[in-house]
């Protein structure tokens, strides 16, 4: 194995070190552009997606280059076992990946840890660990697709699509790279063998090599499904498309003005104000509340999911948050000097979540700046310099945006919305306490818009769930109106349930495909997350309808799926393993049968060719 | 299972089919090649020799059908059977970025029998520097080296693939030497394949004629010789249907007089000639080359003018 690695190492080693310093070079001009350690997570998407790219490319040429047919044979034909000759080359190419990739990157956060003053933390050791393993994922998909038959032999993209869509973040990122890692590596070994292309032998690897295909088979289903619906916005009947959405579904409710929402939330109401609250609503202001959150930053993330960062513009310094300080650290604009590190209040405390800006309090002086931290809303004052709390809700709640309404500040967290005197946060820079409190009457994932109004004798306010309507999790839309009386006091007015503009068959499609696949997929997708709560859905229970559909489905898949093992699989016991898993799986089993198992080659009976030996 | 040569064969088929598709490249191939000796495998394109390799070697299943080497099920070949095989293909795929010494380091890490005398003979036949890169040889060379190195591994089966092709003379008549007269190759059974007919008649104990996959002669090339024989005949009119020439494997008509190359006929076809009309009748010597490229082409379709 060492002397496989070593004779990969010297085919490659002169294009990996240029790659090394090129890379090398682009990471340092773009990181004196701007600060590389405080992008987005669509930046750092970028940047996994050319490292990917990078590795298959390695993998693609590496293994294309071996599998020529007298290639192969050279190589395998050794007295060294192909596992051991594949980890030699696998090897190589990994050392290849860490001086392309790794290197660089690393010698960056020195550079940034040691060289600049800005903020450098493990987060961003952890972002380099990912970079390296994206890139060693897609080296192994590269390898694969060119070890596998070809009619499988993209399904190492479903790692990489894994790790794309997975919702951990820091440590549980990289963990979930190290497991795609591995399990490409598995499948790659897997496809190395003399006879290449041929079906795994043992049960084992036939299992592991049938998941993978099978997600695959899923994803590309779910992806036909949106081709499809290309073709529906095409014909123009797509509800979220039409010039006139369906009347009384929740597409017409999104796309109403505030004012008219709140009119058809009261339009069933009954009650001796409600002719009035109707006249109110159509003279008065109805201020929608603003959502400036749909996803909660974590500590420790690789990506910012917000803005971490602002400028005091009367000190000139540049403040970015620390993951592992929870305070910000300041850097000046105009020379790059540190600035020390700001905390809460005078004792410059570490805030409870990661703070990231918010928007602006009434009375806030013009060079203030609101931070938001989990429950909290801190006031950054320009004037002093320090950072106090002027909000906190209770806890384990989220605040996701704030609005200013009328004389007040309504704040929407992710189970009420709060409402404040506008006049004490101005007079002063104590905590203040909310007027109301109006819970919010479904979940925070579902919500789509917050209407509210001030009337004379409290707010009127208009929840709408409608936004994930068109998926299976989203609730049946619907939409409430509260009324929240002068003395705090709230009372249900109307509640309108929506018409569901999407038929059950489309917003259930990913589910009657293969319910398996839907469940092994979503939680794969939330392995090593914790629980959102900006994702909490009052999803309903799947129709019976739908139920029936997926059954019939499961039954003549599993028909065909007997069928045909019965005509390819050798071994009882085979058939009915591939039996069961089309029964189970559904329509992906059916497919990775047909993909992983070949027709049988046709016995040489027919033979033309049946002269005697001489 | 074993890991031994089974009844002193190195090589054995039975029913061995191979399929691509509807093309047949292996046919109900059965075969059984004694160990010792060097054994040459002809056969025109697409006769399946190299199919017929990859399957002994491990490297592609077969459609139906059985195939041992050194006694070992090819599909179940260890890394200890792998040592006692050598094998050279056509192309002598060796690392080009790396130098003579390295891939020879490699190499004699990897086998544990490997014998540097038998390695720095072969060698010695090549203008070959240690500090050369593999893919700054010439063909020849490298074609030179690859048989050093196989041979060094001393194996009990060395397999040759075609391995002159695209040799000039010079360096295909110092492949041949090497390989018939160096020591290192003695104790070890050789198959060779190879379109060249003169390579074959000077190297191979045994002659084994492969024809759309199927197994059609194995004995020594004088004995196939002694099967064809070659036949002109003065015939002042029309010559015989080709399709009542007994054993016929070619016709050719030269200044009027009848060519035959025939199969298995002894004096009584000069009386079947006779019997057509000709005049004279006279016998020539065969070379193994025209013989099997008659009992080769005898199947072939050809253009309507030749």
């Known amino acids: 194995m060492r002397d496989i690695f070593k004779a990969e190492w010297l085919r490659y080693r002169l294009w990996v070190l240029a790659f090394a310093v090129v890379h090398l070079l682009l990471l340092a001009f773009f990181n004196r552009l701007t600060d590389l350690g405080q992008q987005p997570l669509n930046v750092y998407r970028a940047f996994a997606g050319a490292y990917s790219a990078i590795g298959a490319l390695l993998g693609l040429h590496q293994m294309g280059t071996w599998r020529r047919p007298n290639q192969w044979i050279n190589l395998l034909h050794r007295p060294v076992g192909p596992r051991r000759i594949a980890l030699g080359l696998l090897a190589a190419g990994a050392a290849a990946m860490a001086l392309a990739v790794l290197l660089p990157v690393l010698a960056l956060l020195a550079w940034q840890a040691w060289g600049t003053t800005r903020v450098a933390e493990t987060r961003h050791v952890l972002l380099a660990a990912a970079a390296f393993l994206v890139a060693i994922c897609g080296y192994l998909t590269g390898a694969y697709a060119m070890l596998a038959d070809r009619r499988h032999a993209g399904a190492g993209l479903v790692l990489i699509a894994w790790i794309a869509v997975a919702q951990a973040s820091g440590a549980g990122a990289v963990l979930i790279q190290g497991i795609a890692c591995a399990w490409l590596l598995i499948m790659v070994l897997i496809a190395f063998r003399p006879d290449l292309g041929e079906s795994p032998r043992s049960p084992v690897a036939m299992a592991f090599t049938a998941i993978t295909v099978q997600v695959g088979v899923y994803l590309l289903l779910v992806l036909a499904g949106f081709v499809g619906e290309l073709g529906w916005i095409m014909q123009g009947t797509h509800p979220a498309n039409m010039s006139h959405p369906p009347a009384g579904g929740h597409v017409e409710t999104d796309r109403l003005s505030p004012r008219d929402r709140m009119l058809a939330g009261l339009a069933q109401a009954s009650g001796t104000e409600v002719p009035l609250w109707r006249e109110q609503v159509a003279l008065s202001e109805v201020y929608p509340l603003e959502r400036q959150r749909r996803a909660v930053p974590e500590r420790g993330d690789l990506g910012n999911a917000a803005a971490v960062e602002f400028d005091d513009r009367v000190r000139r310094v540049h403040w970015t948050f620390n993951h592992e300080r929870m305070r910000f650290e300041g850097v000046s604009l105009a020379d790059g000097t540190r600035r020390g590190e700001r905390g809460i209040g005078a004792k410059d405390d570490a805030f409870p979540a990661v703070a990231t800006p918010g928007g602006p309090l009434p009375g806030m002086g013009k060079d203030d700046v609101t931070l938001i931290a989990g429950n909290s809303l801190y006031q950054y004052r320009a004037a002093t310099g320090d950072i106090v709390p002027r909000i906190l809700l209770p806890q384990r709640e989220w605040i996701l945006g704030s609005t200013p309404v009328g004389g007040s500040l309504a704040l929407l967290g992710d189970r009420a919305v709060y409402v404040f005197d506008a006049r004490h946060l101005g007079d002063g820079d104590a905590p203040v306490h909310a007027r109301y409190r109006i819970p919010m009457p479904g979940k925070a994932g579902d919500l789509a818009d917050v209407d509210m109004v001030e009337l004379v004798d409290g707010y009127l306010v208009s929840f709408t769930f409608t936004w994930r309507a068109y998926d299976m999790r989203g609730a049946t839309p619907y939409q409430t109106v509260l009324w929240v009386n002068d003395a705090g006091a709230v009372v249900p007015v109307a509640t309108r349930t929506l018409h569901q503009d999407f038929p059950a068959f489309y917003r259930y499609r990913k589910w009657w495909a293969s319910p398996v696949m839907y469940t092994l997929c979503t939680r794969a997708k939330h392995l090593f997350s914790a629980p959102d709560p900006l994702e909490a859905y009052a999803t309903p229970p799947i129709p019976d309808d739908i139920r029936a559909l997926a059954a019939a489905l499961a039954l003549v898949v599993a028909c065909v799926g007997a069928w045909i093992a019965w005509r390819r699989v050798h071994g009882l016991s085979s058939r009915i393993a591939w039996t069961l898993a089309c029964a189970i799986v559904g329509l992906p089993a059916l497919v990775s049968l047909m993909l992983l198992v070949p027709r049988r080659e046709a016995f040489v009976g027919d033979s033309a060719n049946t002269r005697p030996v001489t | 299972m074993t890991g031994t040569a089974h009844d002193g064969f190195v090589i054995e088929t039975r029913g061995l089919s191979k399929r691509y598709g509807r093309k047949i490249a292996i046919d109900c191939l059965d075969i059984a090649i004694p160990a010792g000796s060097i054994h040459a495998i002809v056969g025109a394109n ?25 006694g070992r099920d090819s599909r179940y070949l260890t890394p200890s059977d792998r040592e006692r095989i050598g094998f050279v293909n056509e192309e002598h795929t060796l690392p080009g970025w790396m130098t003579v010494a390295e891939v020879t380091a490699m190499q004699r890490r990897h086998y544990a029998r490997w014998s540097q005398p038998a390695f720095d003979e072969v060698i010695g036949h090549y203008n070959v520097e240690a500090t050369q890169k593999v893919g700054q040889l010439s063909r020849g060379e490298r074609a030179g080296f690859n048989l050093a190195l196989s041979l060094a591994q001393r194996p009990e089966l060395l397999v040759l693939d075609e391995p002159t092709l695209g040799l000039d003379v010079v360096a295909k008549r110092a492949f041949l030497e090497t390989l018939m007269h ?97 005049r004279d009748v006279h016998r020539l010597p065969v070379s193994l080359d025209r013989a099997i490229n008659g009992f080769l082409s005898r199947q072939h379709a050809v253009p309507a003018a030749a």
């Open chain 2, 46 to 70: 697409g006769a399946g020799k190299s199919t017929l390799f990859r399957i002994l070697l491990g490297f592609l299943p077969a459609t139906a059908g059985e195939a041992r080497i050194l």
């Open chain 2, 182 to 278: 160096s020591n290192a190759a003695e104790g070890c059974t050789v198959i060779y394949c190879s379109h060249q007919m003169e390579e074959v008649e000077r190297v191979a104990d045994n002659l084994i004629i492969l024809e759309r996959g199927a197994l059609r002669n194995m004995s020594s090339p004088d004995e196939f010789r002694s099967r064809v024989s070659h036949w002109v005949a003065d015939i002042p009119f029309r010559g015989p249907d080709p399709r009542l020439v007994p054993g016929l494997l070619d016709e050719q008509r030269i200044d009027g007089v009848y060519h035959y190359l025939v199969l298995d006929q002894g004096e009584a076809f000069v009386e079947f000639l006779r019997a057509c009309g000709a």
